[in-house]
């Protein structure tokens, strides 16, 4: 068993390592954990981690033009992904489940002629609130909200929510 202390260490090192690679994107609050694996790429984006906040391992954030906000106390499951082209919130003390995905873009399907990969992409931001659970292997599109305290289960799909005409 490893010693809290050390363990500890471990986690600054690699905030510290992830700091590093984002070239001041990354903006960490006191006390952020980030577990062995964690990765956070930003290329134009912003990703701010609140005070506390857990990085589970290999998990990922991506943030390529978008900003990704992770609240105080939040916990990131492992194997999640999250990905923002305009913003992706998780609120404080919120959990994201393992292997579950946030991603806040998806074809537009406007053309039903062209393949859906050439189709550009339609962000809208996502929001979770204060406190709520997304469930392990949960997918959350485009413009999905969750309210706080609430709870998305194991394997769900938050539908993108329907376009107003």
Do not use: F, K, N
């Not at 994201?96 to 039903?112: I, R």
Request: aromatic residues 2%.
């Amino acid at each position: 068993m490893i010693p809290p202390r050390t363990s500890m260490i471990a986690s600054r090192l690699r905030l510290a390592r992830l700091r590093a690679r984002t070239r001041g994107a990354l903006e960490a609050g006191r006390d952020v954990r980030v577990a062995r694996g964690a990765q956070v790429r930003v290329d134009g984006g912003r990703v701010r981690l609140g005070d506390g906040c857990l990085l589970g391992p290999g998990c990922r954030i991506e943030a390529p033009g978008g900003t990704v906000e992770i609240g105080a106390g939040a916990r990131i499951g492992g194997r999640s992904v999250i990905v923002a082209l305009s913003s992706v919130t998780v609120g404080a003390g919120a959990t994201v489940g393992e292997w579950a995905v946030l991603s806040d873009a998806e074809p537009s399907g406007a053309d039903a002629e062209a393949p859906l990969r050439l189709q550009p992409l339609r962000p809208e931001p996502i929001a979770v609130g204060d406190g709520a659970r997304i469930g392990a292997h949960a997918a959350l599109g485009p413009g999905a909200r969750v309210a706080p305290g609430a709870a998305v289960g194991s394997y769900a799909v938050v539908p993108t929510p329907p376009r107003s005409a």
